[in-house]
T-cell receptor, first 115, second 117 residues
Framework: DTGVSQDPRHKITKRGQNVTFRCDPI?????LYWYRQTLGQGPEFLTY????????KSRLLSDRFSAERPKGSFSTLEIQRTEQGDSAMYLC?????????????FGSGTRLTVV | AQKVTQAQTEISVVEKEDVTLDCVYE???????LFWYKQPPSGELVFLIR??????QNEISGRYSWNFQKSTSSFNFTITASQVVDSAVYFC??????????????FGKGTKLTVNP
């Protein structure tokens, strides 16, 4: 197992374009989380899935953001009509229900720059 | 609501100095977890330690040590004999059960440590 993978590592896009990021969790992990980290801040929770169900969304997740985990495996995070304020590192993490926080693992992140 | 405060925004030391990074947390939960992560310039979050609220023993791992004090709601991190490779941003984080036991994390704003040769 290679851990949590995120693709792409870096993305530069023009304001108003749509972007999509992908996260592949550790294979046996049934929980998947998305966090956003802006410059000079700690990561902030956006949303999470248990299997394919999206169970919680932060108020940070505006209507332009949508996340899916169609078969309970990989997840995608789409941002529509990007704005400069969306520039951030988007981090994915996964874990196994019932293990508390043991095995909570982050990916390397996707750094989004909106120009 | 859960809250983590890292009052030190930036610290600069000379190699071989000892340095302590402070973390103060707020929670009403009786069971919780505390974490430290390192974020080098490359950006990935590197897990350093996890502590549960029932284990107040201090921990040492090589040059790293952690002091957990429930009485003061603090979980401080000390690097002994710092090295240039320790330069990074360090985050303290607290578990947040959220809705239906989401097990998300709440992070502090981080402390940027610069170790100069």
């Amino acid at each position: 197992d290679t851990g949590v993978s995120q693709d792409p590592r870096h993305k530069i896009t023009k304001r108003g374009q749509n972007v999509t990021f992908r996260c592949d969790p550790i294979s046996e992990h049934n929980r998947l989380y998305w966090y956003r980290q802006t410059l000079g801040q700690g990561p902030e929770f956006l949303t999470y899935f248990q299997n394919e169900a999206q169970l919680e969304k932060s108020r940070l997740l505006s209507d332009r953001f949508s996340a899916e985990r169609p078969k309970g495996s990989f997840s995608t995070l789409e941002i529509q009509r990007t704005e400069q304020g969306d520039s951030a590192m988007y981090l994915c993490a996964s874990s196994l229900v019932g293990e508390g926080y043991y095995g909570y693992t982050f990916g390397s992140g996707t750094r989004l720059t909106v120009v | 609501a859960q809250k983590v405060t890292q009052a030190q925004t930036e610290i600069s030391v000379v190699e071989k100095e000892d340095v302590t990074l402070d973390c103060v947390y707020e929670t009403r939960d009786t069971t919780y977890y505390l974490f430290w992560y390192k974020q080098p310039p490359s950006g990935e979050l590197v897990f350093l330690i996890r502590r549960n609220s029932f284990d107040e023993q201090n921990e040492i791992s090589g040059r790293y040590s952690w002091n957990f004090q429930k009485s003061t709601s603090s979980f401080n991190f000390t690097i002994t004999a710092s090295q240039v490779v320790d330069s990074a941003v360090y985050f303290c984080a607290l578990s947040d059960p959220g809705q239906g036991g989401s097990e998300k994390l709440v992070f502090g704003k981080g402390t940027k440590l610069t170790v100069n040769p």
